[in-house]
């Protein structure tokens, strides 16, 4: 009992990443991020704006009615759609070390109609990023990036779309975290059967 004790703790302590992101869950409003949106809380029908809220449908009569990813009940991130490809609504600064991979995690939801979603770092979309995005309910949307240098960089959620009517988006709990080594999961590994070995001692 004590062997299987001992294996979740150093799980947790090679699994539990830090989020390198700030405010990934929205719950702090709208602070920790950047957007080339506008911030528009309260007139949500033009495009290329954005509100952190709690239900999509507070902001367009048009949009389905939910609530968030994290609680049901908690805030996200709502975003109407610039009809002009590059610009992010959501991006944030971090410092990564080149080379080493990171776990990107997002859950997104479309409050009006299927659309897509990219990833971006530094300006240009990533390879293999692109993800659908469902009216039906929040999925989750991962991707692995391998830093390419040391030094900040910025990660950014980049709309494909430039259609006025749909190019609708609501996003929440993003993360960021380091990949663990294989050298952590192989000290995982060598903690439990020390354990285990001297439990039989």
Same mark, same amino acid.
């Given at each position: 009992m004590k062997e299987v004790f001992a294996f979740f703790i150093l799980a947790a302590a090679v699994g539990a990443q830090a989020n390198l992101l700030t405010n990934g869950d929205f719950e702090l409003g709208?602070?920790?991020?950047?957007? +080339? =949106?506008?911030? @528009?809380?309260? +007139? =949500? /029908?033009?495009?290329?704006?954005?509100?952190? +809220?709690t239900n999509p449908n507070n902001h367009h009569s048009l949009w389905l009615s939910y609530g968030d990813h994290t609680s049901?009940?908690?805030?996200?991130?709502?975003?109407?759609? #610039?009809?002009?490809?590059? /610009?992010?609504?959501?991006?944030?600064?971090?410092s990564l070390v080149g080379g080493t991979? =990171?776990?990107?995690?997002?859950?997104? #939801? @479309?409050p009006y109609s299927p659309e897509s979603l990219q990833l971006g770092l530094?300006?240009?979309?990533? @390879?293999?990023? /692109?993800? *659908?995005? *469902?009216t039906t309910?929040? *999925?989750?949307?991962? =991707?692995?990036?391998?830093?390419?240098?040391?030094?900040?960089?910025v990660i950014q959620l980049l709309p494909?779309?430039?259609?006025s009517a749909g190019n609708d988006y609501t996003v929440d709990d993003i993360s960021?975290?380091?990949?663990?080594?294989?050298?952590?999961?192989?000290?995982?590994?060598?903690?439990?059967?020390?354990?285990?070995?001297? #439990?039989?001692?």
């Open positions: 709208n602070t920790g991020f950047s957007s +080339d =949106y506008v911030h @528009s809380p309260l +007139d =949500y /029908t033009p495009e290329g704006i954005y509100a952190v +809220d049901g009940a908690g805030k996200m991130l709502i975003i109407n759609g #610039r009809t002009s490809i590059g /610009t992010s609504p959501w991006y944030q600064t971090v991979s =990171y776990s990107f995690s997002a859950w997104v #939801r @479309s530094n300006g240009s979309v990533l @390879s293999g990023s /692109t993800v *659908s995005v *469902s309910a929040w *999925s989750q949307w991962t =991707y692995t990036i391998v830093a390419p240098s040391t030094g900040s960089h494909p779309s430039t259609a960021l975290r380091v990949v663990p080594e294989p050298a952590s999961i192989a000290s995982l590994a060598a903690g439990v059967a020390l354990l285990a070995l001297r #439990r039989k001692k």
